[in-house]
């Protein structure tokens, strides 16, 4: 590892595991949310018009009914309640902007998305490492699919990939040292306990 957590915090670049649950409610169902989500590239497009202006991603995972990013927030010359609520409105603004699409695609009205986000600050080596193995395993986890190695709407392929990304790619291979090391430890984990995880899951 070539650059310390810790250090990063102390300066006021902080990485959170952001995570956010969707109503299931009224003309949509869960069928039609997966439906929906298979467009990612519309989701996608969406996290990078209104959130990569303050923070940068480096893991990510879109499930049927949720979904947890990895982010680091951008270094900013303001003061700490100042950047909390530009962080606070970008999400905002991203969530507002994916309910209408979603209104408008299904021709519905009301509440899509619960009222706040998830936002848990990783302060330790091991909880950042095994973030990343979260994010990339939940699929898994949910019975979605049997292998998350194979499924398309997580970063785990977008990492070993050597296609464009907005995503800290480089980054997230540095700090298991090498993308050999990356591979090895998503497939030394496939059984690995995340009971202490609990307080995140869905």
Same mark, same amino acid.
């Given at each position: 590892?070539?650059?310390?957590?810790?250090?990063?915090?102390?300066?006021?670049?902080?990485?959170? =595991?952001?995570?956010?649950?969707?109503? &299931?409610?009224?003309?949509?169902?869960?069928?039609?949310?997966?439906?929906? =989500?298979?467009? @990612?590239?519309?989701? =996608?497009?969406?996290?990078?018009? !209104?959130?990569?202006?303050?923070?940068?991603? =480096?893991?990510?995972? +879109?499930?049927?009914?949720?979904? !947890?990013?990895?982010?680091?927030?951008? %270094?900013?010359? $303001?003061?700490?309640? *100042?950047?909390?609520?530009?962080?606070?409105?970008?999400?905002? /603004?991203?969530?507002?902007?994916?309910? *209408?699409?979603?209104?408008?695609?299904?021709?519905?009205?009301?509440?899509?998305?619960?009222?706040?986000?998830?936002? *848990? #600050?990783?302060?330790?080596?091991?909880?950042?490492?095994?973030?990343?193995?979260? &994010?990339?395993?939940?699929?898994?986890?949910?019975?979605? &699919?049997?292998?998350?190695?194979?499924?398309? @709407?997580?970063? @785990? *392929?977008? &990492? +070993?990939?050597?296609?464009?990304?907005?995503?800290?790619? %480089?980054?997230?291979?540095?700090?298991?040292?090498?993308? %050999?090391?990356?591979?090895?430890? !998503? %497939?030394? /984990?496939?059984? #690995?306990?995340?009971?202490? #995880?609990?307080?995140? $899951?869905?």
């Amino acid at each position: 590892m070539n650059f310390c957590l810790n250090e990063l915090i102390c300066i006021k670049i902080l990485y959170y =595991l952001i995570t956010y649950t969707t109503y &299931i409610t009224g003309v949509i169902t869960r069928k039609q949310f997966l439906k929906h =989500l298979k467009n @990612y590239d519309h989701f =996608l497009y969406l996290w990078k018009k !209104h959130v990569n202006p303050i923070a940068d991603s =480096l893991v990510y995972s +879109l499930q049927p009914n949720h979904f !947890h990013f990895l982010v680091r927030t951008k %270094e900013v010359d $303001e003061d700490d309640d *100042k950047q909390s609520k530009k962080i606070q409105q970008s999400f905002s /603004n991203f969530f507002n902007a994916y309910s *209408k699409s979603i209104n408008n695609a299904y021709n519905r009205t009301g509440s899509l998305l619960q009222e706040r986000f998830g936002r *848990k #600050l990783i302060d330790t080596e091991d909880y950042f490492t095994q973030i990343i193995w979260y &994010i990339h395993s939940n699929s898994q986890k949910h019975g979605i &699919i049997k292998d998350f190695r194979d499924y398309p @709407y997580c970063s @785990y *392929k977008s &990492i +070993l990939s050597k296609k464009p990304t907005l995503l800290l790619r %480089e980054e997230v291979l540095e700090w298991f040292g090498n993308r %050999e090391v990356y591979i090895t430890f !998503h %497939e030394g /984990n496939q059984n #690995l306990s995340v009971d202490y #995880l609990k307080d995140i $899951e869905f």
